[in-house]
């Protein structure tokens, strides 16, 4: 099955609004969290690397103090520990450790959105946020070259991808380490959220993340990881 294309003049091809309020409930969650935190972002977080990058990451939404307060996805919480040691490992990541805009760390061939581009409370958004923001995530998924890869983190991300592409996810069922053929050359991978329930249970482990990196490094090319776990 192909991936749809969107064109860059429709109103879908919009990869980021940073005044969008199409969520009432997240707009008014995000002003209490920002009156309590004045120094948050505390806004829809755009996504982080080249447009071009032929590895995209789809996480689920900006945590409350990592990417909602830093405005980069997965910096200066607990899930992107494991995911920007491993970008680094695998040299989609030019630093190990993602603390704040401005630390100097760059993505190479590689880019990290989410599913939903706001915070949401109990990190949960509801179905109709989700599809709100999916115009959006289309945007994102438009640029990927052929050949390239997803990562979905979380069955959220996954569907929400699916949907981002117009296919159906009965033809495409997630699971921890699966891939799928989404047609030219694009394949999308799937992971367990690198979230701190699932590492500090044991649910995803250092060497499953891996795995599945390895599989995405061979899709495109890379070979094996370039540094040592």
Do not use: W
Not at 52 to 68: D, S
Not at 162 to 168: E, F, G, I, M, R
Not at 183 to 209: E, K, P, Q, V
């Amino acid at each position: 099955m192909k991936a749809r294309a969107i064109l860059p003049d429709s109103p879908a091809a919009q990869t980021y609004d940073a005044d969008c309020r199409r969520c009432p409930r997240l707009v008014a969650f995000l002003g209490e969290v920002r009156a309590g935190n004045p120094g948050y972002f505390c806004r829809p977080v755009p996504p982080f690397g080249a447009p071009n990058a032929r590895l995209v990451i789809v996480g689920l939404a900006p945590g409350m103090h990592g990417a909602n307060a830093s405005g980069r996805p997965f910096t200066g919480d607990h899930a992107g520990i494991i995911l920007y040691q491993t970008l680094y490992d695998y040299g989609f990541a030019t630093r190990s450790v993602a603390t704040a805009r401005g630390d100097g760390l760059e993505l190479v061939d590689c880019r990290i959105t989410n599913a939903v581009k706001c915070l949401p409370p109990g990190n949960k958004p509801l179905p109709a946020e989700i599809r709100a923001c999916n115009g959006f995530l289309a945007a994102d998924l438009a640029t990927v070259p052929d050949g390239g890869a997803i990562l979905a983190l979380g069955r959220v991300a996954h569907d929400a991808t699916l949907a981002a592409l117009a296919l159906k996810p009965s033809a495409f069922a997630f699971a921890h380490g699966a891939r799928h053929e989404l047609g030219r050359g694009i394949a999308l991978f799937d992971s367990y959220h690198c979230s701190r329930y699932n590492t500090n249970t044991g649910r995803l482990t250092t060497a499953m993340f891996r795995a599945v990196f390895d599989s995405i490094a061979a899709h495109l090319g890379r070979g094996a990881a370039s540094r040592a776990a």
